[in-house]
Structures are given as structure tokens and as C-alpha cells.
């Protein structure tokens, strides 16, 4: 039972252009939303999150809106640099026991290209 | 600060043997968790440990066990491999006792398992 999906397993975007990586979950009772990036022989790394009492979320260039009506979020990055090529999971948090673990997605890969 | 560690990077082993990963956390965080990457997919939770005990368990068989020691390293220990197990394990720390939702887990480069 997969309880946090990301149906795309690719994305391809022109350098500066809006990327969106899109994000379902099942569970309702996770509330804390993750999105990691990984480089190739290297371990994932934290990119940014977002509660659930919250809808929105700003980095810089990073930004994850959450619709937890729909039990969806997505990351955008705007511009899309060619150095943002990665695959990115998205993860969500609720406590079991006691216990908060993360669930990830499948992830996607996202190529910009130059 | 260093970030954390995994060893080895890369390890072959048989069907039916046992093996023992190695994870040193970043300094200070006394939580760690475990993670198998199978190809194609996410990172799937094994267990978690705070201050030595086993604080967590994801849908694994009680062959995949563990240890965190005093000095923030700990291991992944598997029996009985099965060509299954073949995958990318990723050790993750952080601090506090697992409960705190707003903890960032800080990743290892993971090893990569190919069971034979």
C-alpha cells in the first residue's frame, strides 16, 4: 500500500522555466510534508517542508503548497536551473507509537535543460 | 561538524549469508534511522534508534536488526540474505527521540547490497 504517490517518474524543463513535481498521499493522518533531493551516488538531501497548518512554503527559488483537502502538495521551482537536475521524493511524517518516520514517494527525476 | 557516514560503499554477498553496515551519524544527533532503497523506488523505513534503543519498525522481518552505540555509530545487521534484500540502504540522523515531527533526518550516501 503505497501511502505517498508521485505518479510522474520524469520531468523535463526548459533552463528558467517552472518545474512542478506533484505529490499525493492517502494517509490522513500524516502532518508534516518533506521534499528531498538526490544526486546521483550521494544521499538525499533536504530541500523543504511544510506542516499542515500551513498551505504554503517559501525558499528562494523553492516553494511547496499543500491542499490537504485534496491530499495533495507540490514543489515548484522557479527559474529551473540546469543544476536542479535530480531525483526529488517527497516525504510525509505522522507519529506511529509515538514515533514520527518518514513515508516516501517513488520520486522524480527532473532534467532542466540548458 | 561532519555530516554522516556509511561503510562501505559498495558490498556482494550470497544468498543465506549475513551482513553488517555501518553507520556514523552526525555529531551530536542521537537518533538514527534506517532505510532501504530498492531500484526505481523510495527510501522505505526499517527501524529507528534513540540513545541505543530500537524506537520504531517499519514492515520489515525481524532478520534485519540493529545497534546504536555511545558514540552516535550504529549498524544494520541482516541474516539469512535473500536476493531481495539487494538494494541501496541509507542511514539518516537527527536529533531528539523520533517523536519531534520538525526533526530534518541528515542522510548518509547510503551502501550499495547486491545479493548474489
Known amino acids: 500500500d503505497q501511502q505517498v504517490k508521485q505518479n510522474s517518474p520524469s520531468l523535463s524543463v526548459q533552463e528558467g522555466r517552472i518545474s512542478i513535481l506533484n505529490c499525493d498521499y492517502t494517509?490522513?493522518?500524516?502532518?508534516?510534508f518533506l521534499w528531498y533531493k538526490k544526486y546521483p551516488a550521494e544521499g538525499p538531501t533536504f530541500l523543504i517542508s511544510i506542516s499542515s497548518i500551513k498551505d504554503k512554503n517559501e525558499d528562494g527559488r523553492f516553494t511547496v503548497f499543500l491542499n490537504k483537502s485534496a491530499k495533495h502538495l507540490s514543489l515548484h521551482i522557479v527559474p529551473s536551473q540546469p543544476g536542479d537536475s535530480a531525483v526529488y521524493f517527497c516525504?510525509?511524517?505522522?507519529?506511529?507509537?509515538?514515533?514520527?518516520?518518514?513515508?516516501f514517494g517513488t520520486g522524480t527525476r527532473l532534467k532542466v535543460l540548458a | 561538524e561532519t555530516g554522516v557516514t556509511q561503510s562501505p560503499t559498495h558490498l556482494i554477498k550470497t544468498r543465506g549469508q549475513q551482513v553488517t553496515l555501518r553507520c556514523s551519524s552526525q555529531s551530536g544527533h542521537n537518533t538514527v534511522s534506517w532505510y532501504q532503497q530498492a531500484l526505481g523506488q523510495g527510501p522505505q523505513f526499517i527501524f529507528q534508534?534513540?540513545?541505543?534503543?530500537?524506537?520504531g519498525r517499519g514492515n520489515f522481518p525481524p532478520r534485519f536488526s540493529g545497534l546504536q552505540f555511545p558514540n552516535y555509530s550504529s549498524e544494520l545487521n541482516v541474516n539469512a540474505l535473500e536476493l531481495d534484500d539487494s538494494a541501496l540502504y541509507l542511514c539518516?540522523?537527527?536529533?531528539?527521540?523520533?517523536?519531534?515531527?520538525?526533526?530534518?533526518?541528515?542522510f548518509g550516501p547510503g551502501t550499495r547490497l547486491t545479493v548474489l
Open positions: 534508534y534513540y540513545r541505543e534503543e530500537e524506537n
Open positions: 539518516a540522523s537527527s536529533l531528539g527521540g523520533g517523536w519531534e515531527r520538525y526533526n530534518e533526518q541528515f
Open positions: 494517509n490522513s493522518m500524516f502532518d508534516y
Open positions: 516525504a510525509a511524517s505522522g507519529s506511529t507509537s509515538g514515533t514520527y518516520k518518514y513515508i
